[in-house]
T-cell receptor
Framework: DSGVTQTPKHLITATGQRVTLRCSPR?????VYWYQQSLDQGLQFLIQ???????AKGNILERFSAQQFPDLHSELNLSSLELGDSALYFC?????????????FGNGTRLTVT | SQQGEEDPQALSIQEGENATMNCSYK?????LQWYRQNSGRGLVHLIL?????REKHSGRLRVTLDTSKKSSSLLITASRAADTASYFC????????????FGQGTRLTINP
């Protein structure tokens, strides 16, 4: 068990809808990362937060947004969903803001857009 | 692109044999990490090797890093059925956007 909790585990929704994915980082970790994994694109970095502040941004669409709250949990909001947004969404956490320590991954949220 | 590329994409061996996976990347890095992913699950960190290190061991795992060739290898010795998984390398570039970029992974199958 990595200590990172993601909810829900599965999500099925229709095109055009909006969903929120939730992540609780490992106790004591200040950084939260969001990744999208699909068969054709592999594991794509979306965004990183460190202690409530946005730290780095990757290939995140404008339809997607995220935030990290004062209690350090994070939410990823996906709106105007398209079929191509179907993927596994992973949250990871680490103690620091840099990449000289391991990332701890949750088990992901599987999003299916129909 | 900084993205690492694993080679081979898929590897199938017999239990007890050694498995070697390779990773190549394009830009200078601070660190390189290896992760394992069981089907449909989250990634699990295996080893982190810094740019000034050449080799690192952890149990049956051995990682090498050659910064002159921008490549790394992961060796799993005496493989077990439980080692069946996908293995990813991840790199963070010295310059540019600070992010950990994952390769496409090597799918390892250990046959009993």
């Amino acid at each position: 068990d990595s200590g990172v909790t993601q909810t829900p585990k599965h999500l099925i929704t229709a095109t055009g809808q909006r969903v929120t994915l939730r992540c609780s980082p490992r106790s004591g970790d200040l950084s939260v990362y969001w990744y999208q994994q699909s068969l054709d694109q592999g594991l794509q970095f979306l965004i990183q937060y460190y202690n409530g502040e946005e730290r780095a941004k990757g290939n995140i669409l404008e339809r997607f947004s995220a935030q990290q709250f004062p209690d350090l949990h994070s939410e990823l909001n996906l709106s105007s969903l398209e079929l191509g947004d179907s993927a596994l969404y992973f949250c990871a956490s680490s103690a620091r803001s840099s990449y000289n320590s391991p990332l701890h991954f949750g088990n992901g949220t599987r999003l299916t857009v129909t | 692109s900084q993205q690492g590329e694993e080679d081979p994409q898929a590897l199938s061996i017999q239990e007890g044999e050694n498995a070697t996976m390779n990773c190549s990347y394009k830009t200078s890095i601070n660190n390189l990490q290896w992760y394992r992913q069981n089907s449909g699950r989250g990634l699990v960190h295996l080893i982190l090797i810094r740019s000034n290190e050449r080799e690192k061991h952890s149990g049956r795992l051995r990682v090498t890093l050659d910064t002159s060739k921008k490549s790394s290898s992961l060796l799993i010795t005496a493989s077990r059925a439980a080692d069946t998984a996908s293995y990813f390398c991840a790199t963070d570039a010295i310059q540019g956007a600070q992010k950990l970029v994952f390769g496409q992974g090597t799918r390892l199958t250990i046959n009993p």
